[in-house]
């Protein structure tokens, strides 16, 4: 690791250097570090969709039905309690800073993520992991993070990440593996090479099925009744985009052949059927 302006700290056993930027080298390139390849049209017509202020309203209905999603993922399945009008879920990191990336079929959102850059500023707000450090939100612990959390135009931070509850076990690979590309994707093309996250603790698990790595930044918390914890990311270096002749959307080549392999298993199971 290189950090600038840190010095050592001793937390949970381990030492972390703190610093006000955090400047890790990235891991030796793994099978990620591929070229990224267009997206391959899905046997259900699954797309994946990076949405801003500036081009939603390209997209008809899609954000909206996105918070609704969300709604519906952490109001009405886990019964957390956040901000909702209209039927929709957000909060003060729903502003023009951020992204949204939308696995759906049409206008029916099957999975979502959002991403913020941690150089982001609303207000006395700036992103979630940090601003539950610095004790500004009430409902997630300030111990989350094992060091000072970063300001760097090349971190970014992923949060309210789901899938809905009604995509058929058949698609959630799938789905996981599109909404995963889709994120890394849209970070690339923002200019960021690192990714952290609040995310159930189960993740290591869930990345791990679909080819993806990550390590552990923080403690795992309890959260109305969700066991969580914060992982942090380094993106491949040599993720780049490539026009494709159906849009500009695209995915790491190695999460593209899981797709296929998907695909190839749903054939046969329904053909043995």
Known sequence: MVWTGATPHLVSGRQFLVGPVLKTAPPRPGPLAKTIGS???????????????????????LFVN?????????????????????????DQYDNPSSR???VHQGDKVLAGVRLTPTTARCGMYSYMIRD????????????????????????WEASRIFVNGKVPSRLRTQVQILLMGGLMKAAAENGAQQLMGLVPAVWPRWIGRIG???????????MDGWRTQVA???????????????KSQSLPRVLRSLVNESE?????ANNAG
């Open 100 to 102: 949204w990336i939308a």
């Open 132 to 155: 539950a450090q610095l004790n500004l939100l009430s409902s997630i612990p300030s111990n989350l993070l094992d060091f000072e959390a970063p300001v760097d135009p090349e971190i």
């Open 212 to 222: 993806l790595a990550a390590q552990p930044a923080g403690p795992v918390l309890e």
């Open 66 to 90: 996105l918070l609704k999603a969300r709604r519906e993922s952490f109001i009405v399945k886990n019964q957390w309690v956040l901000p909702e009008a209209e039927g929709l879920e957000y």
């Open 39 to 61: 997206t391959m049209a899905t046997e259900a017509n699954i797309q994946t969709t990076t949405l801003s202020f500036l081009n939603m309203h390209e997209y008809g209905a």
């Open 264 to 268: 190839e298993r749903n054939v046969v």
């Open 232 to 246: 942090h990311m380094h993106l491949p270096r040599s993720v780049q985009a490539v026009e494709t002749n159906q």
